[in-house]
């Protein structure tokens, strides 16, 4: 089994901290292959930043030439997962997602801690959006920037631990999920010092990722994430328009919108 696991952003510092989380997850004779965006911003923290990268997933994804089996999308509640899906019918599995359902099967309510507060928002829609926000007690900023976690290992687990224990005193949450990908590797550190559960979404999404490829499921193409109609779209893949790969493989070009440049 091949997993492509998707960084959002174009941080390669922080494309090695998801590969590292995945690779722990994985079990054995499991593949995971991390990918890095072609183009997009080095961290993802607003929506103008998630749309690029919503873009920039899905044209990196149809730019990897080799067979695989899923997709974890490494990027805790941002745009673009729908999309891709309707692009491939390999499963495609979003972190933000597959941590609050994990969380719900091992406490009745769990809360989110995340970066900075405005994405706290993106993520209640997200959450709302999948209908898994029922059980959420709270989603918790630290006040660090992506980058900052990123740059700050230590400042950053001192700030998720302070504000994971207001969502377990506070908002009596039973679990905690980590909101970003590049928080991968606190998990033990956290629930050593709360004594409650703690999820890392990039784990999460690629054990649920083995579930359902190990039940030969795909990606339902019956009408929601159906293939887009045939069209012309200019300018697309925009990674090779703009020069920064290689022109596809007959498999690449396979996966084009309407199999059309």
Known sequence: MKILVVNVNTSQSMSDVIDEAAKRAASPGTEIVTLTPFFGAEAVDCNFESYISAVAVMDRVLAYDEPFDAVVMAGFGEHGRDGLQELIEQPVIEICEASAHMAMMIGRSYSVVTTLQRSVPPIEDRLRL???????????????????????????MRSIVEEARKAVEVDHAEVICLGCAGMAGLEDAITSELGVPVIDGVAAAVRFA????????????????????A????????????????????IQSGLRVGGRR
């Open 231 to 250: 069209k012309r779209i200019i300018g697309w893949p925009l990674s090779e328009a703009l020069g920064l790969r290689p022109r596809p493989t007959a």
């Open 210 to 229: 083995e579930a359902v490829v190990g039940l030969g499921l795909k990606t339902s193409k019956v009408s929601t994430y159906a293939r887009p109609d």
């Open 130 to 156: 999948s209908g898994l926000s029922d059980r959420c007690a709270s989603v918790r900023a630290n006040g660090m920037s992506t980058l900052e976690v990123d740059e700050d290992p230590a400042g950053a």
